[in-house]
């Protein structure tokens, strides 16, 4: 499968964020040539030197295949110096990993024009490149967000799509346009839409995880600040949710599973003639707040204080994936267990407690 990989690149667009980290570990282990983009809003570039660390300690050698570029995807000028220089040294780019994006829901409500500049001028321009270097193959970012609120407690791809944020709005309109793109010329795009569910934990080395410096947009960088005592209590909105604790249930996936899964659908893309598909990324497993916070303390033997507050507005008591699709399309198998993410995921950021 990975014999040819040497011959072409693959981009990596948001590339020093908590995914693109461990996708730019997983896709050099495996041979490819490798360039991340990123504009560090929300990431530094330490993050490559991480990364080398980990192939190096696990003896993989990566020679010339990694480039790891500071810009951003709203310029255009950048895109096309990256894309003409591959080409001239006769390694293309043959496809685009696009996980570059803003995305906190909370911020997308204050600032909902930053969001659309970003996320979907940034996205038409890398469409818009791609098509002028006839690089017709995508893996998208995309998130179970665009959901919304469903009534549905199992969800699969074919779930109403209705986001009820900015954020998701930016995610939905990119399938869109994806989806427009593809039905203009069936023949030549092949675009896979991957809708994450809840991803967390981090390589189990403990030498890449995610930066939790800031105020965090989920439940579990919120539990590991509690834990480094960077916080003195953890928040759990709602008692009384219709659940068998009374607590939100989500589905928690672990970040390697979650890489492999874009390797799969990138190789099945490679491997297939033109087509789109969407994708749900989950276990199928749900977990409660209070159920994630008793397994965090017991695997990792420390306590996590918190308190109830009221619920939040937006917020839906289960939200848990059907992956029935993902598994046999790509034959893909997540392997990790929710005691596996908490054990990597404090082993991440104890060894971190400032990020990288």
């Known amino acids: 499968l990975y014999m040819v990989c040497d011959q072409y690149s693959i981009l990596i667009t948001g590339g020093a964020g908590f995914v693109g980290s461990h996708l730019c570990y997983l896709f050099l282990k495996k041979g490819f040539n490798i360039i991340s983009l990123d504009s560090f809003v929300n990431s530094t570039y330490e993050v490559s030197n991480n990364i080398r660390n980990l192939l190096k300690y696990e003896k993989v050698n990566i020679q010339n295949s990694f480039k790891f570029i500071k810009g951003d995807i709203k310029d255009t ?38 969001y659309w500049s970003n996320n979907v001028c940034g996205s038409i321009n890398i469409f818009k ?108 909105y709602g008692n009384d949710w219709p659940t068998k604790d009374g607590t939100g249930i989500r589905d928690y996936i672990h970040i390697m599973d979650l890489a492999k899964s874009h390797l799969l659908s990138f190789m099945n893309l490679l491997n297939s003639p033109p087509k789109i598909i969407n994708l749900n990324i989950g276990t199928g497993k749900g977990t409660s707040v209070l159920e994630l916070i008793r397994v965090f303390e017991e695997v990792n033997q420390c306590e996590i204080p918190w308190e109830f507050k009221s619920r939040r507005i ?33 082993k991440w950021a104890s060894s971190h407690p400032n990020g990288f």
């Open 129 to 236: 490149v791609m098509e002028e270097f006839n690089c017709k193959i995508i893996v998208f970012s995309s998130s179970a967000t665009i959901y919304g609120l469903t009534e549905n407690k199992i969800i699969n791809e074919k779930t109403k799509i209705k986001p009820i944020n900015p954020y998701g709005n930016t995610k939905s309109t990119i399938e869109t346009i994806l989806n427009d793109i593809y039905f203009n010329s069936p023949n030549s795009w092949k675009i896979a839409n991957l809708r994450y569910f809840n991803p967390i934990g981090a390589h189990p080395t403990g030498m890449l995880g995610e930066n939790i410096n800031d105020t965090p947009n989920n439940l579990f960088p919120y539990i590991l600040q509690v834990a480094l005592k960077k916080r003195n209590c953890l928040n759990v």
């Open 77 to 114: 000028i950048l895109l096309r110096k990256i894309f003409k220089e591959q080409l001239d040294i006769n390694k293309p780019i043959k496809g685009v990993i696009h996980l570059a994006g803003l995305k906190s829901a909370n911020e997308s409500f204050k600032n909902p024009l930053k």
């Open 314 to 346: 937006g917020d839906v008591p289960i939200c848990v994936a059907d992956n029935s699709l993902c598994k046999k399309v790509l034959d893909w198998v997540p392997k990790k267990d929710i005691k596996t993410m908490c054990r990597d995921g404090w």
